[in-house]
């Protein structure tokens, strides 16, 4: 085991990485963020006894490589954002980490096969999968994970009838769905900013780079429990939507930058809610 543990060791430093330990030595966490990590490297990884953490985000790594991390079933917190080769074979990985808490998959292929996977661990709080494939089937399936406190999924291959899957999210605290930064904003229908509107337990809502009438921020104003917004770069949010922040009581911060909002009304804003703190350009 000390060889294992000392060869690990030599691989993370020479690949630039980082590692966590307990207080016995053993390795808890793993942190390899666009480093160069091969599916072989993955082999002796998936055999660490205490993993917990393990950052494997914008690498290379494949599918073929996943299923060496099946034996890793103590993990708590993985980020496989951007890893673009990973896709929907994930699943028969991701399904066996029953203590998993936290799972990032933006900018991977996986689809509604691994959504559902994830769906069934029973401890799953945070999940990303936005800049994925995932669809309606998948995003449907994700109501079923009933720790789930915080989800993005903006940018993927939902139509009307994900969107209104969204109201049975009954234990979300914070949803993002900002469309992709490039390119045509994604739209909101008016039936869909009604489903967002029906969570009224959230706390945290990104609209990012989304279009939708601001007059539909009115049907949003009616969350009570709302303290974050993200607006950036909704190319629709002009001056017109500020009374409806002015009015969102619970509103601590909100983000305008690249919208139509002037500065002469956001010096509106500002002064009528002075406790409010507004990103702007």
């Not at 160069?36 to 082999?43: H, I």
């Not at 917190?77 to 074979?89: H, M, S, T, W």
């Not at 945290?204 to 009616?222: E, N, W």
């Not at 911060?253 to 809610?273: F, P, Y």
Request: hydrophobic share 45%.
């Amino acid at each position: 085991m000390l060889l294992a543990l000392f060869a690990i060791g030599s691989l993370i430093d020479a690949l630039g990485g980082r590692v966590d330990r307990d207080a016995g030595g053993q390795i808890t966490g793993l942190y390899l963020r666009a480093s160069w990590v091969t599916d072989g490297d993955l082999l002796e990884i998936g055999r660490l006894p205490q993993l917990r953490r393990l950052d494997l985000s914008q690498t290379r790594i494949t599918d073929q490589g996943m299923a060496y991390l099946k034996s890793a079933t103590g993990l708590r917190d993985v980020n496989l954002a951007y890893a673009e080769k990973i896709g929907d074979p994930a699943h028969a990985v991701i399904k066996h980490w029953k203590n998993l808490q936290r799972l990032n998959l933006r900018g991977t292929l996986v689809s509604d096969e691994t959504a559902a996977a994830a769906a069934a661990l029973p401890d799953l709080e945070f999940l990303d999968i936005a800049d994925s494939i995932v669809g309606d089937v998948g995003v449907d399936a994700l109501t079923a994970a009933r720790k789930l406190k915080t989800l993005a999924m903006g940018n993927t291959r939902i139509s009307e009838a994900g969107f209104q899957s969204l109201r049975q999210f009954t234990t979300l605290s914070h949803l993002d769905l900002s469309g992709k930064r490039h390119g045509s904003p994604s739209k909101i229908s008016q039936r869909g900013i009604e489903a967002i509107a029906s969570l009224r337990q959230l706390r945290g809502l990104r609209l990012g780079h989304s279009s939708f009438p601001d007059k539909d921020l009115a049907v949003l104003a009616t969350m009570p429990g709302i303290e974050e917004l993200g607006l950036e770069f909704c190319p629709d949010v002009a001056d017109g939507a500020l009374r409806n922040l002015i009015g969102w009581k619970s509103l601590r911060r909100v983000d305008l930058h690249g919208t139509k909002v002037t500065a002469e009304g956001i010096a509106v804003l500002r002064q009528a809610r002075p406790e409010l703190r507004v990103l702007w350009e």
